[in-house]
């Protein structure tokens, strides 16, 4: 009996049964619908509140690569924080509520467990990627009245990846730490630890640490390495993740 359609579906109902459903959606729509109008009038609001002042700056209109440089920095920091938030407990609540436990008496594997998890989640943040980046397009078409597409959906697809290795990392941090805000410190420690690593002209340049930067660089239309290592390391990352929280799984006593 194949149990990863079962437990995928079982995935599939919690999202759409719980707050998760409405949530980050919700916040990846926001940003995506307000950024652009953010983007043109920032230069007009500042330009009003300093004007007659002493060395004040007349600053350009603002573009369509404003708007998108908008949307890549919410995807890489605010919604990234939100989704280490969200699962802190990926695992460990399920342990603890005994829902993995009674799941796991059926002719279910670990692994199957922990690959299906990660799998119908990922599924999730690339379809909420997807509808916030495809709404950024469409309100920066309307205000600005150009939106090529290149230089929004290849660094929106960069930063899901991005995403998704550190959503796989939840997943290993909270079948190792109890703790739902332990395992949301420990994704925070990580992202922290690679925006310093991305400073590294090496680790910008062959690792997911790369990602944001290269992202903006896109946006921007800036001279940019090539993503290709940071894609191939990227989803080395998420394999390897995947596999160290399907081994530690095994070993854990429910």
């Given at each position: 009996m194949n149990s990863f359609p079962v437990l995928a579906r079982k995935e599939a109902q919690e999202i759409v049964h719980t707050w998760r459903i409405w949530v980050l959606p919700a916040m990846v729509i926001f940003f995506a619908v307000t950024g652009p109008p953010l983007a043109r009038i920032t230069p007009e609001l500042l330009g009003s509140l300093t004007a007659g002042t002493p060395g004040s700056i007349t600053l350009p209109p603002a573009t369509f690569a404003d708007a998108y440089g908008q949307w890549v920095k919410n995807l890489s920091q605010i919604i990234l924080f939100a989704v280490i938030i969200m699962y802190g407990g990926m695992v460990s609540t399920e342990v603890r509520e005994g829902t993995a436990a009674f799941v796991l008496t059926k002719p279910v594997r670990r692994s199957t467990f922990i690959t299906a998890k990660a799998a119908v989640h990922g599924l999730f943040l690339a379809i909420a990627f997807g509808l916030g980046t495809l709404a950024t397009w469409l309100v920066t078409q309307l205000v600005f009245g150009d939106a090529p597409a290149g230089r929004l959906w290849g660094p929106a697809l960069l930063l899901l990846l991005f995403t998704l290795v550190i959503l796989a990392f939840m997943e290993l941090f909270s079948v190792l730490i109890p703790a739902p805000a332990g395992a949301a410190g420990a994704g925070l420690g990580l992202y922290a630890l690679l925006a310093v690593g991305g400073?590294?002209?090496?680790?910008?340049?062959?690792?997911?640490?790369?990602?944001?930067?290269?992202?903006?660089?896109?946006?921007?239309?800036?001279?940019?390495?090539?993503?290709?290592?940071?894609?191939?390391?990227?989803?080395?990352?998420?394999?390897?993740?995947?596999?160290?929280?399907?081994?530690?799984?095994?070993?854990?006593?429910?």
């Open positions: 400073a590294w002209d090496p680790l910008a340049s062959y690792s997911p640490a790369g990602v944001p930067g290269l992202a903006a660089a896109i946006t921007a239309d800036q001279a940019h390495p090539s993503p290709v290592w940071p894609v191939i390391t990227g989803l080395a990352g998420i394999a390897a993740a995947v596999a160290l929280a399907t081994l530690a799984f095994k070993r854990k006593e429910l």
